[in-house]
């Protein structure tokens, strides 16, 4: 077994470029059938192979993607395109303090000194200074994906503050994170397809999407800019929805209920015609029995309730 990280990238790739060419794996390496079975079932778990007919075939087979797949094979999360907003405890004049450490800049829309630290763009505002992350960040959870951002954005800050010299405290927060669930099945199929879904509202604007943007196979994002602030919450909403409808097998659509509910309805209906009947045979239950026919309404009109709210949902424009 290769355990070393670069070992087992220069096997792998070997691997690939041997059935590119149709040689035969096990005679060019020296190594057993069940050995390459499982080298071969790894690729296929990374999206590098594919078996179609009983033959294997190449699907990628760049250094880079192999890396970033392996290093990352055990996570779920991709955090990325972070916008942070830091608000100092004082006030700068961040043009004096560049000029004076001799810090070249650049003024957006005229007014507010952008200048890179670590590659990225930090825009020193009046009210607060805003830090574009041009990294990635994976985790097993939006959760964890965002904590490593944060670490690397209290880096920046480090940076910021010993380039100019000058010490101060410091809140910040999220304006903008996207994440990405990788290795999606749905995404998966979408990306081999060549298809495209995105999902927008009135709200957050487009706040799921399948694009292959990346040219990551199997990534599906969640995002937005409206009312949802909390990205790593709306990332495990959509997370735990999914989940809750692969239980079973999006089987349970707008339509499926309508016509459940639809069912009960019914059903509805006829306990409240026998109860009647029943009131008109044995009058000396009739008080008893009308309470449960009043019951019976109430469970009506909420069945009514919520085959109205389905229709909307049905009908809103996404």
């Known amino acids: 077994m290769v355990k070393d990280l670069t070992s087992k990238i220069k096997l792998y790739l070997t691997i690939l470029d041997l059935m590119k060419n149709?040689?035969?794996?096990?005679?060019?390496?020296?190594?057993?059938?069940?050995?390459?079975?499982?080298?071969?079932?790894?690729?296929?778990?990374?999206?590098?192979?594919?078996?179609?007919?009983?033959?294997?075939?190449?699907?990628?087979?760049?250094?880079?993607?192999?890396?970033?797949?392996?290093?990352?094979?055990?996570?779920?999360?991709r955090g990325h395109a972070f916008i942070w907003k830091v608000k100092s405890n004082r006030d700068y004049d961040w043009k004096m303090i560049l000029e004076r450490k001799n810090i070249k800049y650049n003024l957006v829309r005229g007014l507010i000194p952008r200048i890179f630290i670590k590659n990225k763009k930090v825009w020193l505002g009046k009210e607060s200074i805003t830090i574009y992350e041009t990294k990635s960040f994976y985790g097993k959870n939006a959760i964890q994906s965002r904590k490593y951002a944060v670490f690397e954005l209290q880096e920046v800050i480090r940076e910021l503050k010993r380039k100019l010299g000058i010490e101060f405290k410091y809140f910040f927060k999220p304006v903008r994170e996207h994440f990405g669930m990788i290795k999606n099945e749905l995404a998966r199929?979408?990306?081999?397809?060549?298809?495209?879904?995105?999902?927008?509202?009135?709200?957050?604007?487009?706040?799921?999407?399948?694009?292959?943007?990346?040219?990551?196979?199997?990534?599906?994002?969640?995002?937005?800019?409206?009312?949802?602030?909390?990205?790593?919450?709306?990332?495990?909403?959509?997370?735990?929805?999914?989940?809750?409808?692969?239980?079973?097998?999006?089987?349970v659509t707008p339509s499926f209920l309508m016509k459940n509910l639809d069912e009960t309805k019914k059903?509805?209906?006829?306990?409240?015609?026998?109860?009647?009947?029943?009131?008109?045979?044995?009058?000396?239950?009739?008080?008893?029995?009308?309470?449960?026919?009043?019951?019976?309404?109430?469970?009506?009109?909420i069945v009514y309730q919520l085959i109205e709210v389905i229709k909307k949902d049905e009908n809103r424009k996404i």
């Open 267 to 301: 059903n509805f209906k006829e306990i409240g015609k026998i109860i009647k009947e029943g009131s008109e045979k044995h009058f000396d239950s009739e008080l008893r029995l009308k309470q449960m026919q009043s019951e019976v309404e109430k469970l009506t009109g």
């Open 22 to 77: 149709n040689k035969n794996v096990v005679v060019e390496l020296n190594i057993s059938k069940q050995r390459l079975c499982y080298y071969r079932r790894e690729l296929k778990e990374l999206g590098f192979l594919e078996k179609e007919n009983r033959i294997w075939k190449v699907l990628k087979s760049k250094r880079i993607d192999l890396e970033h797949a392996l290093n990352w094979k055990d996570k779920k999360i």
């Open 189 to 251: 199929q979408c990306n081999k397809n060549g298809e495209k879904i995105i999902v927008r509202d009135t709200l957050d604007g487009e706040w799921l999407w399948i694009d292959d943007s990346t040219g990551m196979l199997g990534e599906l994002e969640t995002g937005g800019k409206g009312f949802t602030k909390d990205r790593t919450a709306l990332n495990m909403g959509v997370q735990k929805w999914y989940n809750d409808m692969k239980k079973t097998n999006f089987e």
